[in-house]
């Protein structure tokens, strides 16, 4: 207790710090010639605004709010059908896999030609919260006591009284912390959404409609306001957490799909799960375009996607532009995650060699997990021009704290005795960590990685809608400004694939490198 006060009252040291260093750099306008405002003048702005913020505000905490309640029902749901049946589990393994992968702002637009009124943002809001759930439930319910387990057999209890009387309680702490991730993903889902589509009301709209003024100070307080609703929906379930369970320092969630134990079936049974694994997707896909009844000539299948890009008249021209695009996006892509879980891992493990530092650093890495990127990177505009040190910064800042937050929670988990028995050989504290703690934190480095690839790619397209001109970001733009319906579909289907393979990518490394290491894998 006495620890964690003081950690608490070091980390409130810091923030005052930090905020008097800010607002001596605002008055004297030391950045970007006054581009950072002092939070005194923002504090003032936002006194002037007062009025305009009720019914922006309004507009997000609703749709937010019901995209975190369907998207919440929809993934305890399916991961109780998932805990229950591994079958379903790999039949939907390509969907879940697409629906974590997904840059949102690669399909705000699509949502915004398809769906009308606040669907949009409700439907943006529940897949950001779908999966988090999903996994955290899932996870939480293969893990039940199997000593509590035998206890409800002996008794003649069924499949549905284990599930009740113990899964489902046993698997509270993990739902919560999902719950507790997926509050801020609700939000920033839902101001995507405004962003992207438009509309009069909602912190994305009022952030649009503020581009374009020279008034750095009201583009800050929205997203101060948006960063303090985000962060208040994380607090709000953190303390239901610790009142419920006890007390947890864990503020982010391991990117894997739970693994399948299922025992392998025949040839023919596996290739029938695999096609509708693949299939699946493409079918929900097509099926959503047919539910919605939007004209051909807006709503692209798979089937038009493809003619757009292989087999219509303009389709050499059409791939011509996306390949272009894909050329500027994807090395500042890999460069920003690269970099952005290099810093991760440098400090996370020297956190384990300064144990103070993580302390101090936390507050600075809540604040980040929870601003959304969309409320973050006008800001940066402000302070760094729009040239391509805007991107990379901003793909470093995405990745970087999600993955320090998950290895250093990794770090922190490995076994005090297995790190004393080098220690007992006279080994140094460098020596240590090369033997034993680094290699027993691979498996939160793949964690870590997985959970930054959609993040970077959406940062990149954030950046480069906002502010660079380029890439598959300006591109998705510049189709909505044409009219390009088919061009639209692209990136979007492009982005998606994108990120799904390069989540692949990583899980294949991930599986050959720990099986070499004797490591379980979590996917």
């Known amino acids: ?34 581009a950072l405002p ?14 305009d913020y009720p019914p922006h505000v309004a507009a997000t905490l609703i749709a937010s709010g019901l995209g975190f309640v369907i998207g919440n029902l929809a993934g305890i749901g399916a991961g109780i059908a998932f805990a229950l049946s591994s079958t379903l589990l790999r039949i939907f393994r390509g969907v879940n896999i697409v629906i974590f992968a997904l840059p949102p702002i690669a399909i705000a637009p699509i949502l915004a030609l398809t769906l009308s009124g606040m669907a949009p943002r409700i439907t943006l809001a529940a897949l950001g919260v779908y999966f988090v759930t999903m996994t955290a439930t899932v996870i939480g319910l293969s893990q039940t006591d199997s000593r509590a387990a035998d206890l409800i057999r002996a008794y003649g209890g069924g499949r549905y009284d284990l599930l009740r009387l113990v899964q489902v309680r046993a698997a509270l702490p993990a739902i919560l912390s999902g719950l507790r991730i997926a509050a801020p993903n609700a939000v920033l889902g839902a101001i995507l959404a405004e962003f992207g589509g438009g509309g009069r009301w909602g912190l994305g709209a009022y952030l649009l409609g503020s581009l374009g003024r020279a008034e750095p100070e009201r583009l800050w307080g929205i997203g101060l306001i948006a960063t303090a ?5 994380y607090a709000v379930f953190a303390l239901l957490s610790t009142r419920l369970v006890g007390a947890t320092r864990a503020v982010t969630l391991n990117a894997a799909l739970p693994e399948d134990k299922a025992a392998p079936g025949s040839l023919r049974h596996r290739l029938t799960i695999a096609a509708l694994t693949i299939a699946l ?185 906002l502010a660079t001109g380029t890439g598959l970001g300006n591109l998705l733009n510049q189709s909505r ?26 899980v294949g490394v991930e599986r050959r490198v720990l099986k070499r290491l004797g490591m379980a894998t979590a996917e």
């Open 38 to 51: 002092a939070p005194s003048a923002i504090a003032a702005r936002l006194w002037i605004d007062r009025g």
């Open 281 to 465: 997707p493409f079918l929900l896909w097509w099926g959503f375009i047919k539910l919605t009844g939007v004209p051909e000539m807006i709503a692209k299948t798979p089937f038009a996607v493809v003619d757009y890009l292989v087999l219509s008249p303009g389709a050499e021209s059409a791939r011509a532009k996306l390949g272009a695009a894909l050329m500027q996006t994807l090395p500042i892509t890999f460069v920003g995650m690269a970099a952005g879980l290099g810093f991760a891992f440098l400090l996370a493990i020297s956190s384990k060699l300064f144990p103070r530092a993580i302390a101090a650093f936390m507050p600075v890495a809540l604040v980040t997990q929870t601003m959304p990127l969309v409320a973050l990177t006008p800001l940066l505009v402000l302070v760094l021009g729009r040239g391509v040190g805007l991107t990379l910064w901003v793909t470093i800042s995405v990745t970087f704290f999600p993955a320090f937050v998950t290895l250093a929670q990794g770090i922190a988990l490995v076994p005090r005795s297995a790190e004393e028995v080098p220690r007992a050989y006279g080994a140094s504290r460098w020596s240590e960590m090369k033997l034993v703690t680094i290699p027993a934190s691979l498996p939160y480095l793949f964690a870590a990685t997985r959970l930054t690839v959609p993040r970077a790619i959406l940062g990149v397209m954030i950046a480069e809608w």
């Open 481 to 506: 400004g044409y009219l390009d319906y088919g061009m639209i579909w692209s990136v979007a289907a492009v982005s998606v694939l994108l990120a799904v393979v390069f989540y692949l990518i990583v």
């Open 229 to 233: 609703i985000a962060g208040l929906s």
């Open 1 to 34: 207790m006495a620890d964690d006060r003081a950690a608490s009252g070091h980390a409130l040291r810091n923030v005052l710090i930090l905020l008097a260093i800010w607002e001596i750099v605002g008055r004297f306008g030391l950045v970007a010639g006054g």
